[in-house]
């Protein structure tokens, strides 16, 4: 299928429209809702769905507490594969490294109860209810 990305400056696109076809949510009403959450912000500002993008705007974007900070490189119609869809914008060094930083520190992060294992022991329970007793 041919897929026909404009790149020119005067290009634009409805922004769930462009956050769906870049790939970035899988559907549009899941792109939509985002944007109406203020998930989704243009130079800045909180914006509608029916909002139209441009070649060469800035979006910040946020998924699942990954922030990812685009220049919008081109518009599509239609989605297309992963390496279609990665043309339609460029992440910014400073969003990449975030991430990455964000990534280490979610894989080396121990959740403090993993090593608290069932109930806790009538000896547990005395220390709970003593430091509680001091409020």
Request: with cysteine; hydrophobic share 35%; charged share 35%.
């Amino acid at each position: 299928m041919n897929y026909k990305i404009s790149t020119e400056p005067g290009a634009r696109l409805r922004i769930d429209k462009w956050l769906w076809a870049a790939r970035f949510f899988k559907t549009r009403s899941q792109a939509a809702d985002a944007v109406e959450k203020g998930r989704v912000r243009v130079a800045g500002t909180p914006v509608k769905p029916a909002k139209e993008v441009r070649v060469g705007d800035l979006l910040r974007i946020e998924i699942d507490r990954t922030v990812w900070e685009v220049r919008v490189a081109g518009v599509c119609e239609v989605r297309g594969p992963a390496s279609v869809a990665q043309m339609l914008y460029e992440e910014t060094p400073e969003s990449r490294s975030q991430r990455a930083a964000e990534s280490e520190r979610r894989r080396t992060y121990r959740e403090p109860a993993a090593a608290l294992h069932g109930r806790p022991t009538k000896r547990d329970r005395r220390v709970i209810d003593k430091l509680s007793d001091g409020d």
